[in-house]
Each structure stands twice: as C-alpha cells, then as structure tokens.
C-alpha cells in the first residue's frame, strides 16, 4: 500500500506507515486500534483518496503532533523548506516459492512506489541482495549525485523496522 503525501513536514510519518502498512510489521498493529482502522479504511482506495483520507483524519494528525512534540528538534514550520527526507524499503511477501519483492516507497514521488526486484523466502531487507537493490543503490546514486555538484556531503539516517528476534 502505498501512500501520496500531501501533509508537509510529514515524510516521516509517510514512511513509517510505509513501513507498517505493508511486509511483516503490520502483524504487530494492535487489533482495533485507530492505526489498524486507519489502513484497513485505507487499503481498498486510489492514490488520491488515500492521501484526502489521511489528510483529513485526526487521529492521525493528534499522533503526530504528539510524537513531533516528543522530539528533540524544533518541527519547521509549514512554509519552511526542509533538505531531509525518509524513503522506505519494504519485503512485500508473494507466494511461497517466490519469497517476495523489495519496494522503495516515497510519498513524494508521483509515480508511485518502485519495485526493486525479487527477494527470496529467507531474505528480508536487511539481506545482502535487498541492500544492494536497495539502500545500497540509494547510497551510490546520491553519492553519484553529491560529488557531482562539488557539494560533496552526504548526510543521512536508516531505520529498520524489524522483530525482537
């Protein structure tokens, strides 16, 4: 499931419920909650609906102020420009045999999510094929991109969402 985003400063939360929306977290959204309610009222719409529906739902818009409010940043405001992002990659699990595909998701892109090719059963996108197609590749283009300009720097965070085990 793939999510536009529309809400500004809110790449963050675009990629995390990226993250939880689709692969082996959604298994530990808790039953009944307002995030469950939210995907599942998610799930069967387009592109655009789907950003209105998030747009508009103030359960959604409480969390994030909540957890912002938590943070150790001051949030830019609405009209600031901001240079950092979050992308998402996700295992999206197919049929036994075939194990399952990595996607790179971005709310921001209109062309929707990127298939990034196939994983196999025992890989997950921590694996050494899904960092290559993945992280990996983001890495070298904005390498590529960086020294290209003479900037030269690149700065970035990963966050994996993974199970206890």
Not at 54 to 63: G, H, I, P, V
Not at 91 to 112: H, I, M, N, S, T
Not at 131 to 157: K, N, P
């Amino acid at each position: 499931m793939w999510f536009r985003q529309t809400i500004r400063h809110a790449c963050g939360l675009i990629a995390l419920l990226h993250a939880l929306a689709n692969g082996p977290a959604k298994k530990f959204i808790t039953r009944n909650s307002p995030l469950e309610r939210l995907l599942k009222e998610a799930a069967p719409l387009g592109p655009a609906a789907r950003a209105e529906l998030l747009y508009n739902s103030k359960a959604l818009e409480d969390a994030h102020a909540e957890a912002a409010g938590k943070g150790d940043t001051r949030a830019p405001a609405a009209e600031e420009e901001c240079e950092f992002h979050y992308i998402t990659f996700v295992k999206v699990d197919g049929d036994v045999d075939e194990g399952g595909r990595l996607w790179e998701l971005e709310g921001a892109w209109k062309a929707g999510p990127l298939d990034r090719g196939v994983l196999g059963p025992e890989e997950d996108v921590l694996s050494e094929r899904a960092l290559e197609a993945g992280v990996g590749r983001f890495l070298r283009v904005a390498a590529e991109r960086e020294s290209g300009d003479g900037g030269g720097e690149m700065r970035f965070s990963l966050v994996a969402v993974t199970s206890g085990g």
